[in-house]
């Protein structure tokens, strides 16, 4: 009997030995990837290497909320297709829970200390009368900290007492196991409806920034005859910018500097496409444009057919679960297939959100830029990225993009279980990404037929919302006749 107890032990220790060395591994590879992107925009002039280092924390942190949900299902289909394989034993439903256990402690903490403290750092100049210096800086911090997690409680617990006055009484001391997963639940909330606007407006971006990254075929367009008119343009401007005199006025010099400026930059485009070869001229956009409009389709077919299921299937709500039952069926209903697509769709999601989220006006001073972004732009980076992904997993299985059920305390937000918030949701996304898809694929193609026809170089005065799309289609039948 004591030997079947030591061996039972002796594998409990093996396997919380070998689940913490791969989260280890994990976290550090991310810490390093992080720091290489915070490296690349931080502005040398501010580096303070402690403050570094909680932002690259706390992005490796995101990146790894990001990965949450690609993971647990990826390691389900992979415990489906090798049942019996000795090397996949370590991927089991233990490390799958801990690392979501992991995600949300780490994330409570780097929104709640470390980031506030990094801000508060980078802000605070030491108390009136006290010696200059870091510990000066630190005191102040830890001050100011302090004061800040005293005033958040304060209203966590007022709101906590407006909506559960018996809870609120009964937990006053509990902080760990009800204040921060409350507030945590409040800061999810956010994010969640922070995706909700941020996602469809960046799945309608992703078609013109693709299409700025891309080679774009034009319809009934001479290259050569447009490359020789842009170059004629550019040294006409040219011989004007040299030929200024003094009685020249600066406005005019300044207007005519920026028009040379935008014809070399339509020149240098043009020549990019002229150096491309048929295959990326003719086949990449297309593809492009065509993977991005089917991936944006299926998400929004998903969640239509949540909808429905929301209506006629109580297990449809998202919930919490404490044990995922690794190996047993698949989360899709088309198998491995459908588990790789619920992945890339994720993954996409979190992609738009971002691009529509720096896209957004209310966010684009946040957008940073390669060696001049200030360590306040960091920390306020650090910040929204790590509310997004955190958030990315209550997302995605409100929508229905997967049936993987939330882990530990992702599954304990109590709004949750409300169906109306739900199917609300549902609905206000739905809605959402069918209007920007719609809006965005007709003025393209308006935008594209008014450019191969030639009509963009009309005056100024027409238009394109007065050119009917009939005409446009007339004069493009004419032209090919």
Not at 244 to 255: G, L, V
Not at 286 to 291: F, S, T
Not at 293 to 306: D, I, N, Q, Y
Not at 340 to 369: D, K
Request: aromatic fraction near 12%; charge should be neutral; proline fraction near 3%.
């Amino acid at each position: 009997m004591e030997t079947e107890d030591v061996t039972v032990r002796e594998q409990l220790f093996h396997n919380r030995v070998r689940e913490t060395i791969i989260c280890v591994l994990l976290f550090v590879c991310l810490y390093i990837l992080s720091h290489f992107i915070l490296t690349h925009f931080k502005k040398n002039a501010e580096f303070v290497a402690g403050n570094l280092w909680l932002c690259t924390f706390t992005l490796s942190v995101a990146v790894c909320a990001v990965l949450l949900l690609p993971i647990s299902i990826l390691s389900n289909e992979v415990l489906l297709t090798f049942p019996h394989s000795y090397y996949m034993q370590w991927l089991n439903g233990s490390l799958i829970r801990g690392l979501w256990n992991l995600v949300f402690l780490f994330s409570n903490l780097s929104l709640v200390f470390l980031m506030p403290f990094a801000y508060f750092f980078t802000e605070s100049e030491g108390f009136a009368g006290s010696k200059k210096g870091i510990m000066a800086r630190v005191y102040e911090t830890a001050v100011m900290l302090l004061l800040l997690s005293l005033l958040v409680l304060g209203i966590v617990w007022v709101a906590s007492a407006l909506l559960h006055h018996n809870t609120a009484r009964e937990s006053l001391y509990d902080l760990w196991e009800y204040y921060l997963p409350y507030l945590y639940s409040g800061i999810s909330l956010f994010g969640v409806l922070l995706l909700l606007l941020c996602t469809p407006f960046g799945l309608s971006r992703m078609f013109s920034i693709t299409g700025s990254l891309l080679v774009k075929p034009r319809l009934l367009e001479n290259l050569e005859e447009t490359m020789n008119c842009t170059v004629f343009e550019e040294a006409s401007l040219s011989r004007k910018l040299k030929s200024n005199t003094s009685c020249w006025i600066s406005a005019n010099t300044e207007s005519i500097n920026a028009e040379f400026l935008s014809v070399q930059s339509k020149r240098i485009a043009l020549e990019l496409r002229k150096r491309a070869s048929p295959w990326q001229r003719n086949l990449g956009y297309p593809v492009a444009m065509l993977l991005l409009l089917a991936l944006t389709a299926v998400s929004a077919l998903m969640v239509c057919f949540h909808v429905l299921e929301l209506l006629f299937d109580e297990s449809a709500m998202p919930r919490g679960m404490e044990d995922p039952h690794l190996g047993l069926a698949s989360f899709s209903m088309f198998g491995s297939l459908g588990a790789a697509v619920q992945v890339v769709i994720i993954l996409y999601l979190m992609v738009s959100s971002v691009v529509g989220f720096y896209c957004s006006p209310l966010f684009t001073g946040l957008l940073p830029r390669a060696q001049d972004t200030t360590l306040t732009q960091i920390i306020g980076n650090c910040v929204s990225l790590l509310i997004l992904s955190s958030a990315l997993p209550v997302f995605s299985r409100t929508l229905g993009i997967t049936r993987f059920d939330l882990l530990g305390d992702f599954g304990r937000y109590n709004w949750l279980g409300s169906f109306h918030i739900v199917f609300l949701y549902n609905m206000l996304f739905a809605g959402l990404t069918s209007a920007c898809l719609i809006n965005t694929v007709t003025w393209a193609l308006q935008r594209e037929l008014i450019r191969a026809f030639g009509l963009h170089r009309l005056p100024l005065t027409v238009s394109r919302s007065t050119i009917p799309l009939k005409l446009l289609l007339a004069n493009g039948l004419s032209k090919i006749h």
